[in-house]
């Protein structure tokens, strides 16, 4: 693994179904960043985690949930798709420093029907 | 509230110089990025400015005015692969990143 990954790379999903965004980064990363992209909108933090054990929300964490257990994995859950929830997510890390740019991964594209 | 503004689009010559404007409204200021996005792809990291003045890097030169809560991405040489969106943002007082909707620029040649 070189930098940061995310799996699967686009999934469909049907209404009410549960389903986990896995992403994996070997930098030693403290801080991850799971954010929705959206035609005509910014980036949007849904939820972060400065270091392992600790995870925050974000500005639109509603409908989602993440897990910290280890410094590398940082998988965010939906716990029952909805149609409003299809948008391209990406997960990001950084060393969490001061002026610390973020790395992102290759993002999944969801569909919820 | 937070807000951050940037054009929708520009178009610009190949081979010539564009400059992408940012303006930005946010609770505290720990610093501004910006980052290159490319269609279907990842954004990637272009510059960071965090104190007043310009920051030159290759073709690429950011700049900031934290009292006026004004930036610009300055690009030269222009080439067709410089196609892309151009995304501002600003690391607010919880230090989280403010995303701008990004700005798309299409190169002609």
């Known amino acids: ?113 | 509230g937070q807000n951050i503004d940037q054009p929708t689009e520009m178009t610009a010559t190949e081979g010539a110089i564009v400059q992408i404007n940012c303006t930005y409204q946010t609770s505290g200021f720990n610093g501004l990025f910006w980052y290159q996005q490319h269609a279907g792809e990842a954004p990637t990291f272009l510059s960071y400015n965090v104190l007043d003045g310009l920051e030159e890097k290759g073709r690429f030169s950011s700049f900031l005015s934290r009292s006026k809560g004004y930036s610009y991405l300055l690009l030269k040489e222009l080439q067709m692969k410089d196609s892309a969106s151009y995304l501002c943002a600003v690391r607010d007082s919880n230090y989280q990143l403010i995303w701008g909707a990004g700005t798309k620029l299409i190169i002609k040649p």
């Not at chain 1, 994996?24 to 799971?34: L, V």
């Not at chain 1, 054990?53 to 940082?74: H, I, L, M, Q």
């Open chain 1, 1 to 113: 693994i070189a930098g940061i990954t995310q799996a699967p790379t686009s999934q469909i999903l049907a209404a009410g179904r549960r389903m986990t965004l896995r992403c994996t980064q070997d930098m030693r990363h403290n801080a991850m960043y799971w954010y929705r992209q959206d035609l005509g909108l910014g980036l949007r933090l849904i939820h972060y985690s400065n270091t392992a054990g600790t995870t925050g929300k974000g500005e639109v964490p509603d409908g989602y949930s993440v897990s910290r257990a280890n410094t590398d994995d940082f998988p965010l859950t939906l716990a029952s798709a909805v149609p409003s929830q299809t948008s391209v997510y990406f997960c990001a890390s950084s060393d969490g420093t001061s002026g610390s740019e973020q790395f992102f991964g290759p993002g999944t594209r969801l569909t919820v029907l």
